[in-house]
């Protein structure tokens, strides 16, 4: 099963801006939309960006994200200690009969 | 507002089957597809399949041990898992096509 790739941790002081970023394939990342979502501890995932920078209603602005060839990255800016969780990147493979994928996820720290 | 509910956790033994049910509500059911995605202790989340107008189609990794349907007059989605051993603890999740609206949660543990 095709997989994403992330750093395992992140880490920033509030207000500091940081970056987590995805590596994928061409059946992946290279062609298709990326989506980014947060999880904080004990809850399901939430989504958090979609179609590569896309914010649903309710995210705020300082999250952001950016997408190059087969690689994804997410920015926050203004860390808030509210953002410490595990956020992952996601995307689909293949075609119509293809798969979703995940990254393994990064622990965002706010020290 | 959009909720998917879950049914709650469950406790199975090695080679049983379990079966996770996922009732929508908020949303023209019909309109979207649901995917089922679980998540083992300390893991990643894992893709197991989906249902898209009545269709289902499964993760290679999970073909042939999982079976996802739907009862559109009750606004539901099914995910059961057969075979269980004790990897397959973890929790599974429903989620809307889009990714917008996940269900709860439901911890499913094997153990003997």
């Known amino acids: 099963q095709s997989v994403l790739t992330q750093p395992p941790s992140a880490s920033g002081t509030p207000g500091q801006r940081v970056t987590i970023s995805c590596s994928g394939s061409s059946s992946n990342i290279g062609s298709n939309p990326v989506d980014w979502y947060q999880q904080l501890p004990g809850t399901a995932p939430k989504l958090l960006i979609y179609?590569?920078?896309q914010r649903p209603s309710g995210v705020p602005d300082r999250f952001s994200a950016s997408k190059s060839g087969t690689s994804a990255s997410l920015a926050i800016s203004g860390l808030q200690s509210e953002d410490e969780g595990d956020y992952y990147c996601a995307a689909w493979d293949g075609g119509l009969n293809g798969l979703w994928v995940f990254g393994g996820g990064t622990k965002l720290t706010v020290l | 507002q959009v909720q998917l509910v879950q049914s709650g956790a469950e406790v199975k033994k090695p080679g049983a089957s379990v079966k996770v049910s996922c009732k929508a509500s908020g949303y023209t059911f019909s309109n979207y597809a649901m995917h089922w995605v679980r998540q083992a202790p300390g893991q990643r989340l894992e893709w197991m399949g989906w249902?898209?107008?009545?269709?289902?189609r499964y993760s290679q990794k999970f073909q042939g041990r999982v079976t996802i349907t739907r009862d559109t007059s009750a606004s539901t989605v099914y995910m059961e898992l057969s075979s269980l051993r004790s990897e397959d603890t973890a929790v599974y999740y429903c989620?809307?096509?889009?990714?917008?609206?996940w269900g709860q949660g439901t911890l499913v543990t094997v153990s003997s």
């Open positions: 989620v809307r096509s889009g990714g917008d609206y």
């Open positions: 179609s590569h920078n």
């Open positions: 249902i898209n107008a009545g269709i289902a």
